[in-house]
C-alpha cells in the first residue's frame, strides 16, 4: 500500500451512489466528489487528482466517456476509470486510445478498485 493517500475524484449523478462510493474509498484516499462532468472539470481545474472514477450516463449532461477523453487531455497523468451498470457500446475504441484506463461494472466491488489504486 502506498504511503501517501492518493486524491481521489468520484463523479457520479447519483447522489445516493456518489456518496457511498466516496465513503467507501476515504478509508484508504482523499476523495472529492462532483455531480456532473463539468463540476468534475471545475475541480480539475483547481486540484490535481490521481484517479478520476465517473459513472458512464449522466443525464443530461455530457457522459463519462466524454469527461474521461477531456481529462486525458487536461491531466493525462490522471487515471481514468469508468463504471457503468452495463458496458457501452463504443468502449473499447476509448480503451484502445488510451482514454479509459479501466472499466468497472456496477454494483463496484470497492476491494477491486482499491487493488486498481494501489497498484
Not at 31 to 48: I, Q
Request: proline letters at 8%; a neutral charge.
Amino acid at each position: 500500500m502506498p504511503t501517501a493517500k492518493q486524491r481521489l475524484m468520484v463523479v457520479d449523478d447519483l447522489e445516493a451512489h456518489r456518496t457511498s462510493l466516496a465513503r467507501a474509498l476515504r478509508v484508504r484516499h482523499s476523495v472529492a466528489t462532483a455531480p456532473h462532468a463539468h463540476g468534475a472539470l471545475r475541480l480539475l481545474s483547481w486540484e490535481h487528482f490521481d484517479v478520476i472514477v465517473t459513472d458512464h450516463s449522466m443525464p443530461p449532461g455530457p457522459d463519462g466517456l466524454w469527461l474521461l477523453n477531456e481529462v486525458a487531455h487536461i491531466a493525462p497523468q490522471t487515471r481514468r476509470i469508468l463504471m457503468s451498470a452495463a458496458e457501452p457500446p463504443d468502449l473499447s475504441a476509448f480503451v484502445r486510445l488510451g482514454v479509459v484506463e479501466a472499466f468497472v461494472l456496477k454494483p463496484i466491488d470497492v476491494r477491486a478498485l482499491f487493488a486498481r489504486f494501489d497498484s
